[in-house]
């Protein structure tokens, strides 16, 4: 038996911690972004008007805010769904987890960024290549965990799952780049694309069923 | 033994997670509404009168702090007796909480927006609306769940506890629309009525012991 | 078998789920107020004089965040042993679990106060008042839980250690109570008393060691 | 039996827990020095060039955000692989851990102190210094708990890891000595030196593998 081998064994348990930081930090990055929305301090007089008109103006940033925190969500059920099946974790995943959620930590960030500046192409931008960049790295990190069976058991893994898996995984980077081609036209709206993710993962998941193929991970 | 099936019992083991990712959330909403409580810079001189009456003054945010963790502590308890019931998650209900929590995740905001204009009738709505969509949710999460013994087990579900479950779940719901209404008479008070809760527990807890029912659902 | 006893058997395996939102709220409160030690933005010249002063200025802040972070440290063993040997958590426990949390959720507000203001006697006595607070439901939840095996395993659980444990329980609320004293003398000084305790805890220790019968919970 | 075997087994379980805090304090520690960078409020035109110009302005603080994310990074791959092979826990490592985590949650502060004042040496230092105590705590957590095996299991825990491990964890103060050095010829560079950490766990765990032994720990 390889040293390799050895190791990998050793380590299964270990997928446990992998998910509670990630758990942690998603908690943290999805629960924060809304501490940042502040409402002025009442004024002495018309406190009742001023209210009613700073809530109107928040609606921007909540509006960035439910957008981030249903993209978060769309991530987090996806990271679910590849960890239920990876049954170790090496030195190479850990990094690759590490820097993805460096990246998803980065979210509140650029949220806050297009709460701010929801007009502005390069606010658009930011937001969507930050995305992007996490898409991309959710990715990463699956191909290399069912790359020949590297974390998962070959003998409930079936091949064709890691290619349903891949296309899943690229739906976020594709609309990603979409909305990044759409900001030169309308950078307000073209964060709003993002609303059909279900939509897309509906589609997926029915031409699935009737494959009888996507079973299990839709 | 159909796709769904095979599903269900796969996703069985993830119950955990969904668990973490909630626990998480609760923790930091229950938690960093009080770093938002801040006290004006200590002057110069007198600091001890500016104390003194700093801490005075903070009384409606800390009033709004302690309501809002207790109602939290209500949703996570009855989130906790939720989940003691539930087997297995399916994507609907990982969405049902996901949304779940994101309304949750905005309570902060609303007892910002309450501790900071606590006589204006707006923000006792915002608040009181905040906490029925909460409600509303945690009802729907419980109803998906056991509707056809869909995430629960049928051999240890008794299908009355879904019935005193539904209850259970209506009661901020119902509070909720009360204090809305009470708003228009007096905003101030209208949220305190929310401290009846334990007393309702206790009410329908004892109707159903004399009817050997509640047992351990109280 | 009456349905407590159901109720109890029920519920055992939900001490994690009460460990995680714990643990949950003390990683957080021990980390945040770390965050609230600002410097100020750095001038356009001698940086570095501004830098070296700042440094010194934030002291009586990082000495209050220090030990705070201790105290939170000692509660949280505390609580790690409490839960080593509570096998069920029912109602009454959940809610003492509960506002315990709440008031540890304090904390970080009532270092603050001591932070910004360490020479008033009024935010010494809000941090010690807030220690004794939390001191004394920790200790109300060791008594509720062991009282009559309530949450117990009466089989591995030796009533001498109920004892033991209400005397370490005693220690915080017994030293918050002095420190209240001292803050009448002199308030600055008066929290430095709490570096005692690793110091009493051990010389209890000792005792129970002689007697043969801390071991296990030191 | 000696009642510190008792003890130690009884203890056994509690890993768990230490796990949880830990994770919970690293995921609020990685995620939450970014909440802390702003971008000024948008102005009422221009917009567009004070976001970009804004975008390059927080390049410091990004660029310490990034290199504090990444130690932090390190530091809980290597806690992750102390507490794989730690069995138990005592008072003793219990206090080790928790000195180590508050020196953890310190890590935000003096990343924003570097990301403020980047090019002041006392910034270098205090954020230079930080990591210097970590990694020896963290050094001291090792040592504690493998010396004469105290809490890991004799029959899995090759003595010559113990060795390794010391080694691994000296990897980080040692950098943090030669960048306390560097700071003073310059201290904007003299952080830079972290990112060469992959490569020197790369040569240790090439020379280890030659030799037959890292395996698993690398």
């Not at 050793?10 to 930090?25: H, P, T, Y």
């Not at 002495?44 to 509006?63: I, T, Y």
């Not at 981030?68 to 987090?76: A, D, E, I, T």
Request: with cysteine; hydrophobic share 50%.
């Amino acid at each position: 038996m390889s040293s390799q081998d050895t190791n990998k064994r050793k380590l299964m348990m270990d997928v446990r911690r992998v998910e509670a930081l990630s758990d942690g930090i998603f908690a943290i990055v999805m629960t924060l972004f809304v501490l940042s929305i502040d409402l002025p301090a009442p004024p002495q007089d018309n406190a009742d008007e001023v209210l009613r008109e700073s809530l109107v103006n928040v609606w921007p940033q909540m509006k960035s805010y439910l957008l981030s925190f249903f993209l978060l969500g769309v991530f987090w059920v996806i990271h679910h769904r590849q960890l239920h099946f990876i049954k170790r974790v090496d030195s190479g995943y850990l990094w690759i987890n590490i820097i993805y959620l460096m990246l998803v930590a980065l979210v509140p960030f650029s949220t806050g960024v297009l709460g701010d500046y929801s007009n502005i192409q390069d606010a658009a931008l930011v937001f969507e290549f930050n995305l992007l960049c996490v898409g991309l790295f959710q990715l990463a990190a699956w191909y290399y965990a069912t790359r020949d069976f590297r974390l998962v058991d070959p003998e409930e893994f079936d091949p064709e799952r890691m290619r349903i898996g891949l296309k899943l995984n690229l739906i976020i980077p594709a609309i990603s780049l979409v909305a990044m081609g759409l900001s030169f036209i309308n950078p307000y709206r073209s964060t709003e694309i993002y609303i059909l993710i279900p939509l897309i993962i509906w589609l997926l998941s029915r031409r699935g069923v009737s494959n009888n193929r996507l079973a299990g991970s839709a």
